[in-house]
Structures are given as C-alpha cells and as structure tokens.
C-alpha cells in the first residue's frame, strides 16, 4: 500500500505556533512519527507539505493513478477551500481527514469543514495519534 500525507498552511511551524493548542512537538517530529508508523505497518508514505491551496490541488492531482489512498490535515484551508475537496472528489482516492486540535472546541469558524464530507472519516483532536488512526483506517479499507 502507497499513501500520500498532506499538510497545510503552517502545520510546518509545529513547536513553535501556538503550543498550548498544538504542542511542543515540531514537524519534523511529526514526520517522523508518520514515517515511523508506515515503516512499522509496511506501508510506503510520501509527506507532503505546503502554504499554497494551489500547490495542495496540484499534489492531489498528481496522486491519481499513484496513491492507494490520502491522509490530510488542510489546515486552515479546512474552513475556507472548495478546490480542495473538489481535487478530492475528482481523483476519487480515498481519503481521511486529520486534525490535531479539536476544530468543533475552538473559534466558531473552525467548525466547519469543506473536507468532512469528502473523506471517508476524520480524526479531529487526537494529536499526532491521528496521523495513525488515519492511516490504520486507510489500510484497514
Ligand atoms: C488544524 C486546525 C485548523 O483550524 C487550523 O487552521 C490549523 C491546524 C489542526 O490540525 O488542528 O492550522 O487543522
């Protein structure tokens, strides 16, 4: 199994954005966990990080055809991108949605989710567990 992991705006700031809502951990960090996680269910991960919906909508595209399946944690653009899930729907990929704060305990604007819909679960205010139950539910489809 193949899958691709994709980040969002700022999530590459982890450690120093925000602790008290998000951690100490650094991204780093947390790809390590990731990869470690994949290595450890014999599953071959690609990560993927960035600041630009449109960049996200490019890599989504790209997965058609190479990717069995997509972990993604939008960030911000969670709240805001109609691209995103329709780059979702079109490679038709299945895919999980992963928050690491609670979005439904925060700022009323966060608690809504363009992704949800499209993804066939979320893990939303686990921390990095969520990368693994994501993945986990991905393999187990
Ligand atoms: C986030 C929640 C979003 O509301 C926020 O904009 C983020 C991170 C999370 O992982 O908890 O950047 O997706």
Known sequence: ???????GPNLNMLGIREKSIY???????LCDFILNTCRDDGIDVEIFQSNHEGDLVDKIQQAYGVFDGIVINPAAYTHTSIAIPDAL???NIPCVEVHLSD????EEFRH??????????????HGFAGYKQAIEHLKGL
């Open 89 to 91: 729907k079109a490679v």
């Open 112 to 125: 809504v989710s363009y992704v949800s819909p499209v993804a066939e679960k979320s893990f939303i205010g």
């Open 103 to 106: 979005i439904y305990s925060r």
């Open 23 to 29: 951690g100490q951990k650094t991204y780093g960090e």
């Open 1 to 7: 199994m193949n899958i691709l992991v994709i980040n």
